[in-house]
């Protein structure tokens, strides 16, 4: 079983820092997801990446799809308040398989 | 349009009991895919459903199964309860399209809480 890892597990910064959580894996991603969950909810999909050494911007949001296809970040510029959520990546190996989730960097934003 | 709806939202059973939850999709979304997540193990797949067939399936016990209906709701039951089913089950549903298309996107609701005493 593959296994994704992500790091750091919490994060706690004030409002207008700079943040990155990073995805990880062994193996070859098919592709690849970000999630945001709040409490009391489902994850909410932030954005998908496909191709290697992709990079995709979200208003203050970055993602970076690794070269390799293996890793995986998310980087937050200014972070505010109604950044705080459970940040989860997702892989899957193939084409039809199932989507894989990491554990979820925890991160709150204080004003 | 409508969510994905999930019910009940909250139950609490009993060690040895069993539980039926319900999914009910987005409209036109054929697969619906079931979720278990704790604070310590994080998001752990259980099934996936499409067009009533159970397309992949995580490593659950047998006591974890589920099914999909012709208009693509889905249920999934576990029965012998344990104390440590206790979790938030999670059901999301897409078109079920190949991941890397990157067009397939899961939709998750908002979660049946599932407390095991």
């Known amino acids: 079983t593959q296994l994704l890892e992500q790091s750091p597990q919490f994060l706690s910064i004030q409002e207008g820092e700079n943040l990155t959580v990073y995805c990880n894996s062994s193996?070859?991603?098919?592709?690849l997801q970000w999630y945001r969950q709040e409490p009391g909810e489902g994850p909410v999909l932030l954005v998908t990446?496909?191709?290697?050494?992709e990079v995709k911007k979200l208003k203050r949001l970055t993602f970076q799809f690794g070269d390799a296809r293996k890793d995986s970040s998310l980087h937050i510029t200014a972070a505010q308040p109604g950044d705080t959520g459970l940040y989860l990546c997702?892989?899957?190996?193939?084409?039809?398989?199932?989507?894989?989730f990491g554990a979820g960097t925890q991160v709150v934003v204080t004003p | 349009k409508a969510g994905v709806t999930q019910t009940p939202r909250y139950l609490i059973k009993t060690r040895g009991q069993q539980v039926t939850l319900s999914c009910s999709p987005i409209?036109?979304?054929?697969?619906v895919s079931w979720y278990q997540q704790t604070p310590g193990q994080g998001l752990q797949f259980l099934f996936e459903?499409?067009?009533?067939?159970q397309r992949n399936k995580g490593n659950f016990p047998g006591r974890f199964s589920g099914r999909q209906f012709s208009n693509s709701r889905s249920e999934m039951n576990v029965s012998t309860l344990e104390l440590g089913d206790s979790a938030l089950y999670l059901c999301?549903?897409?078109?079920?399209?190949?991941w890397g298309s990157g067009a397939n996107v899961l939709t998750f609701g908002a979660g049946s809480r599932l407390t095991v005493l």
């Open positions: 990446v496909v191709t290697g050494g």
């Open positions: 409209s036109g979304h054929r697969s």
């Open positions: 997702a892989g899957v190996y193939d084409s039809w398989g199932k989507l894989q």
């Open positions: 999301a549903s897409s078109s079920g399209q190949t």
């Open positions: 459903y499409f067009s009533e067939t």
């Open positions: 193996s070859v991603f098919s592709s």
